[in-house]
């Protein structure tokens, strides 16, 4: 889950989702790219606009298990879970 506290970043920011590894995006620098070449992780959730990025079907991805690491990244960002997805306590953990 996404642990890292990441302040309101300019430029947005990517996180490889389990890892919290934090990137700048795919455009800006690159490293989210790089981080992904380098690794093989197949996704990156972006601090922007809390978006999931696949790196092997190039879109972006909406799927319910994603919605605890957007939530966290959502608590993360703003400081209050995300109240279009907030789930249980065992799930944001």
């Keep these: 889950m996404l642990e890292r506290r990441v302040p309101?970043?300019?430029p947005?920011?990517?996180?490889?989702?389990?890892?919290?590894h934090v990137n700048c995006g795919r455009y800006v620098g690159g490293h989210a790219v790089h981080?992904?070449?380098?690794t093989g992780h197949p996704m990156a959730l972006s601090f922007a606009d809390l978006s999931v990025w696949c790196y092997m079907c190039e879109s972006y991805v909406h799927n319910e298990i994603l919605i605890?690491?957007?939530n966290a990244a959502h608590r993360s960002k703003?400081?209050?879970?995300?109240?279009?997805?907030?789930?249980?306590?065992e799930d944001s953990q």
């Design 8 to 10: 309101h970043a300019n």
């Design 12 to 20: 947005p920011v990517q996180s490889s989702g389990l890892v919290s």
């Design 35 to 38: 981080h992904q070449t380098r």
């Design 68 to 70: 605890p690491a957007k």
């Design 78 to 89: 703003f400081g209050v879970p995300d109240p279009q997805h907030e789930t249980s306590a």
